[in-house]
């Protein structure tokens, strides 16, 4: 399994969407649990990083802290 280097600022496109229909969402704080907005309604979400890796699709870093 292809580990995600997460860190906060990124944005990750998930599988499924929200319930508001927004797939992107912004990283607010990753560790073993990983802290998400959801960009289309503001929502905020705690997932255990295992369970959120699997539903990320693509990874899209913040390029102003990529270093
Ligand atoms: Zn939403």
Do not use: W, Y
């Not at 508001?20 to 560790?31: E, M, N």
């Not at 959120?52 to 913040?62: A, G, P």
Request: proline share 4%; charged share 35%; glycine share 8%.
């Amino acid at each position: 399994m292809q580990i995600l280097k997460l860190d906060a600022g990124d944005t990750v496109e998930m599988k499924k969407p929200h319930p508001c229909g927004s797939r992107l969402f912004k990283i607010l704080r990753a560790g073993s649990d990983v802290r998400l907005e959801c960009t289309g309604c503001g929502h905020e979400i705690v997932l255990e990083r295992l369970k959120m890796e699997r539903s990320v699709k693509k990874l899209i870093k913040n390029p102003a802290e990529s270093k």
